[in-house]
C-alpha cells in the first residue's frame, strides 16, 4: 500500500461548476486494500503482530470489501486469515471470495440467521492465535485508523466534508479528525438504518459527540446493496466525464446523494465540499459483463 498514490481531484465540472467540490482519491491506495479498508485494518494488524497473534479472523459478505482487503492485507504482512461469511455455501463462489481464498483465507460459511449474531460467533471461535477483527472494522481501533484519512493531503481548506456511511466506522474517524470549521456529513447506504447514529457517537468522546455532523438517510436506493437503472447510469456517466470509478454500494449512492442535494440548494454557494471515495469496488464484480463502462 503507497499512501503517495492517494490524491485530490477537481470534479466541480460533474456539478456544472457551481459547487466547488473536490474528492478524496483514497481508492487510489491499492487495487485490492483500497480506500478506507487499509485505514481501518492498520492498526487492528499492528495490534495484532505486538501480541503475537498468527491470525487474523473477521465476518463479511460474499462481496465484502473487507474481506478482501484483510486477506490480501494479512498475506502481505505475513498473517493468516480466517473469514466467516453470510449465508451458506453457494455452488460458485463469488469472484470475491475466490480472490480471497487465492490470498490464504480459510472461509466459513454461517446461515444469514446466524450471522445476525456476530458476537456469538466470535465467543464460539476463540483460538489463543487469533486477532478478531469486527465486521468492517467497526471499533475505536478501526475509526483511530480512519482518522489518519485527513491528514494525508491538506484538508484544512475544506467546511464539508461527506463520505458514505455503512458501519459508521470511517465518519466516527472523520469526525474525530475535522476541524472546529469543518462539518462532517454522511450519506447512509443501508435502509432505515436510524441505530447508525448511536453507533457512531458510541466511538466518539463526550468532546467529539458535539463536533459538527449530519447523517442523511434519503440515498439507500432500496436499502443496501440495492440499486436502479438510475444509479447505474449515474456510475457510467461519472466514469464517462471524469475517469471517475464508483461501485454501486457505497460511492456511487454517496455521489449521487451529494448531487441531489446540491440541486436542493443543501449547500452554501462559497462551502468548499470535499468527498472521501472510500474506494472498493467488489459489489461491482456481481453485474453482469457490459453493465458498467468501466
Not at 124 to 141: F, K, L, M, S
Not at 183 to 208: F, H, M, Q, R, Y
Not at 240 to 248: A, S
Not at 253 to 264: C, I, N, P
Request: aromatic share 10%.
Amino acid at each position: 500500500m503507497n499512501i503517495d498514490n492517494i490524491y485530490i481531484q477537481d470534479i466541480s465540472a460533474l456539478y456544472d461548476n457551481i459547487l466547488n467540490i473536490n474528492i478524496l482519491r483514497a481508492d487510489m491506495l491499492d487495487p485490492v486494500v483500497s480506500g478506507n479498508k487499509w485505514f481501518k485494518l492498520q492498526f487492528y494488524v499492528r495490534d495484532a503482530i505486538a501480541a503475537g497473534k498468527t491470525t487474523l479472523a473477521t465476518l463479511g459478505g460474499p462481496y465484502s470489501n473487507h474481506i478482501i482487503a484483510t486477506a490480501k492485507y494479512g498475506a502481505t504482512m505475513g498473517l493468516n486469515t480466517v473469514g466467516f461469511i453470510r449465508g451458506e455455501k453457494p455452488t460458485t463462489l463469488s469472484p470475491t471470495l475466490t480472490d480471497a481464498i487465492q490470498n490464504g483465507m480459510t472461509l466459513h460459511f454461517v446461515s444469514r440467521e446466524d450471522f445476525e449474531q456476530t458476537e456469538k460467533i466470535i465467543a464460539h471461535n476463540q483460538d489463543p492465535n487469533w486477532a478478531w477483527i469486527p465486521e468492517g472494522g467497526y471499533g475505536v481501533t478501526g475509526t483511530d485508523g480512519a482518522k489518519s484519512m485527513l491528514t494525508i493531503k491538506d484538508t484544512s481548506s475544506y467546511d464539508t466534508i461527506i463520505c458514505a456511511v455503512g458501519t459508521g466506522t470511517m465518519m466516527a474517524g472523520l469526525i474525530k479528525a475535522a476541524a472546529p470549521h469543518q462539518k462532517v456529513i454522511g450519506i447512509s447506504v443501508l435502509k432505515n438504518n436510524v441505530s447508525i447514529d448511536a453507533e457512531i457517537k458510541a466511538l466518539l468522546t463526550a468532546e467529539e459527540v458535539n463536533k459538527s455532523f449530519e447523517m442523511i438517510h434519503d440515498y439507500h436506493f432500496g436499502g443496501y446493496a440495492k440499486h436502479t437503472p438510475a444509479l447505474i447510469d449515474f456510475m457510467n456517466d461519472c466514469y464517462k466525464k471524469m475517469e471517475l470509478p464508483l461501485d454501486f454500494v457505497y460511492t456511487a449512492k454517496l455521489m449521487y446523494g451529494v448531487r441531489d442535494l446540491a440541486t436542493k440548494g443543501k449547500f452554501e454557494p462559497s462551502s468548499k465540499i470535499l468527498v472521501i471515495h472510500s474506494g472498493g469496488l467488489q459489489g461491482n464484480r456481481s453485474f453482469k459483463k457490459g453493465t458498467l463502462t468501466f
